[in-house]
């Protein structure tokens, strides 16, 4: 048997889970392949590439709107005019760019773009105007930490279109259990807080003012919140690493207990957001695997055998981690499940072959678990934990390993077809539309280079299929033995209750007892009388 030509459709060699940029951490087809890091500063570029475009692009216009309005003016003192405002224009921009965040957000600042803007608009240069100001705001969101970038009037108008939602709610009930899960959350934060003393403090501060700025962020793509809790993330990392001076599992506990109490709180604005389309891969994902019914385990070449009681019970485990998955609200809950899984699918793999779990046997096994279970939501949730899971997380040990596998898992089934699975195209057509199932496949029909294993494993489905059939056969010749003895129970019954009728019982009257023969009996006066001893003289 032939087992690499088996498994060319599934076996995914390690280094393919790593990022393709060989920075050494794991990568993520969400992320193309890069690991988070590399993502970001890829993103970045790209960003800042297309900015730095537009900027261009939008001074280009800029020059060619100042030469179309100087050659408008009929006189050189209109002219002049034009060319002193353009550069008074020029220069209030420059200026604009270099100052810090705060004075672009004081009201004094506002009221100064304000007053600037309705001067230009008097002069015919409202449109140009306004592009600039896009790209300048444009340039701070890139520059500025996201949840700095917030002035106190869009946090409290963002403050009260959040309890206008909340208060649209449809479901009270769910609302309400919401909100005991973040209060105990945030009773256990706080409690947690309190042994880190002044870096705790801090810690609470820049959560409060990161959830302040996520409010009113919430018209944002799911994306760009997501780049902005990314940002919160690594900023808050470097500071307790570089300002408290924390070793790195303390900063890694705390890390930890700042994500569940940040995605506690946004967890129904950014699971699963309207604006997305992951509900709709949600739902291709469902439909993909129930058309996959018919994948049995031997054509992915999994190493479990369900038929020991042990493995079966560490098979339904992990489908019910995996299942379980959609119910947590924190990012590194949702990991937890995976992780949990993946170790009950060692374990099966190591009972059934009594001894360790290979990397190529783990990834067949997980998806066939991913088919057998077909998790609730699994596109969401694989993208709710790229989006907001602690990157330092989805990038090295286990859990990044195995989300990763996870992410592969999906992958390949959303891809698999009838050469993964050493099929002919005709049959795997047949099989997915339901035409026919593999268990009524004809070993002899198969061309003489398939290779051994499948057709072992059809011969082996065809003696199952005997077997089922004598199984049959042999509950219905016990269903009609039972049905025999019911008979002849009934016929044994009714034969005696035929003779009961037929020849009744009766029962006569008791004997008179007989009389003793000293009683005194009138019947009995004509007895003999009683020897008499007679005397004899000598």
Same mark, same amino acid.
């Given at each position: ?419 993964? +699975?050493? %099929? ?5 057509? @047949? ?7 593999? #268990? $009524?496949? &004809?070993? /002899? ?15 082996? +489905?065809? %003696? ?5 059939? @004598? ?7 016990? #269903? $009609?033995? &039972?049905? /025999? ?54």
């Amino acid at each position: 048997m032939n087992l690499k030509s088996e498994r060319r459709g599934i076996h995914v060699d390690q280094s393919e889970l790593l990022c393709k940029k060989g920075c050494g951490y794991y990568g993520n087809p969400a992320w193309q392949g890069f690991c988070s890091k590399c993502w970001r500063e890829e993103y970045h570029k790209a960003r800042q590439k297309q900015i730095q475009e537009d900027w261009e692009l939008a001074e280009r216009l800029q020059r060619e709107e100042e030469e179309a309005y100087a050659s408008s003016q009929s006189t050189q003192g209109a002219q002049s005019l034009t060319f002193s405002k353009f550069e008074e224009k020029k220069t209030n921009e420059k200026t604009r760019k270099v100052t810090t965040v705060k004075k672009f957000f004081t009201a004094s600042s506002r009221a100064g773009a304000k007053k600037a803007q309705e001067k230009i608009v008097k002069q015919g240069h409202l449109g140009r105007e306004r592009n600039a100001d896009n790209i300048l705001r444009d340039l701070k969101e890139i520059f500025t930490p996201s949840w700095e970038l917030a002035s106190p009037t869009e946090v409290l108008a963002g403050k009260l279109k959040a309890e206008i939602q909340e208060s649209k709610s449809p479901s009270p009930s769910i609302n309400r259990q919401a909100s005991i899960e973040t209060d105990r959350v945030s009773k256990e934060f706080i409690e947690f807080l309190k042994t880190y003393h002044k870096s705790g403090q801090d810690i609470y501060k820049q959560c409060k003012l990161f959830l302040d700025t996520m409010t009113h962020k919430r018209d944002l793509s799911i994306e760009e919140q997501s780049e902005c809790a990314q940002d919160f993330y690594q900023n808050v990392a470097e500071k307790l690493q570089t300002r408290w001076k924390m070793p790195p599992e303390k900063v890694e506990k705390a890390m930890d207990q700042i994500e569940k109490y940040i995605m506690t709180r946004q967890y129904k604005y950014v699971f699963c957001p309207e604006t997305t389309d992951d509900e709709k891969k949600d739902l291709a994902v469902q439909k993909r695997i129930r058309a996959l019914h018919w994948v049995t385990p031997q054509m992915l070449c999994v190493p479990v055998n369900e038929e020991i009681p042990e493995v079966s019970d560490m098979v339904v485990k992990a489908i019910t981690d995996i299942i379980e998955m959609d119910s947590k609200r924190v990012p590194r809950d949702k990991l937890a499940c995976i992780t949990k899984c993946s170790k009950h699918i060692f374990n099966a793999i190591k009972i059934t072959k009594n001894e360790p779990a290979s990397a190529d046997d783990f990834l067949p096994t997980l998806i066939y678990i991913v088919l057998k279970g077909n998790p609730p939501r699994l596109q969401s949730n694989i993208q709710y934990i790229t989006r907001f899971c602690n990157p330092s997380r989805l990038m090295t040990g286990e859990d990044g390993y195995y989300f990763t596998n996870l992410c592969c898992a999906v992958a390949f089934i959303e891809k698999l077809d009838a050469q993964s +699975l050493n %099929l002919s195209q005709e049959d795997f057509d @047949r099989f997915m539309t339901g035409q026919t199932s593999p #268990k $009524k496949q &004809e070993s /002899d029909s198969w061309s003489p280079d398939v290779c051994l294993g499948v057709k072992q494993m059809y011969k082996n +489905l065809d %003696l199952l299929s005997q077997l089922n059939e @004598r199984q049959e056969r042999i509950v219905s010749e016990a #269903k $009609k033995l &039972e049905k /025999d003895l019911i008979d002849w129970t009934d016929g044994v019954a009714k034969e005696v209750q035929d003779i009961v009728e037929k020849y009744p019982l009766e029962i006569k009257p008791k004997n008179q007892a007989l009389a003793a023969i000293d009683s005194e009996n009138v019947e009995n006066d004509k007895l003999p009388p009683p020897l008499q001893p007679q005397v004899y003289a000598g």
